[in-house]
Nanobody, 115 residues
Framework: QVQLVESGGGLVQAGGSLRLSCAGS?????MAWYRQVPGKQRELVAT???????NYADSVKGRFTISRDNAKNTMYLQMNSLRPEDTAVYYC????????????WGQGTQVTVSS
């Protein structure tokens, strides 16, 4: 059974920073961060391949950095220059096969950015 556990969310003022962590029970393939606001569609924030190649949503480019430590089975999202519109529940996700979909999900961690 593969498990992902997010941590690091919280309340921060606009312009501040947070670092989210996603701990996996074993090494996985591509991993990603998503976020969702109640009543809105889930949004892909950033992805990182097993080799460390990254992609970002336009809304977070230059502010967020996704990374992973394969030795620790852990993925991170460093969030800088946070804005109120970044407020959401952030979820980590992973693929259990190289060509599969994101089929493993964490429980989510709340990020709230005050104005």
């Amino acid at each position: 059974q593969v498990q992902l556990v997010e941590s690091g969310g919280g309340l921060v003022q606009a312009g501040g920073s947070l670092r989210l962590s996603c701990a996996g029970s074993r090494l996985l393939y591509a991993m990603a961060w998503y976020r969702q606001v109640p009543g809105k569609q889930r949004e892909l924030v950033a992805t990182v391949s097993s080799g460390g190649s990254t992609n970002y949503a336009d809304s977070v480019k230059g502010r967020f950095t996704i990374s992973r430590d394969n030795a620790k089975n852990t993925m991170y999202l460093q969030m800088n220059s946070l804005r109120p519109e970044d407020t959401a529940v952030y979820y980590c996700a992973a693929k259990t096969s190289v060509f599969g979909e994101y089929n493993v999900w964490g429980q989510g961690t709340q990020v709230t950015v005050s104005s």
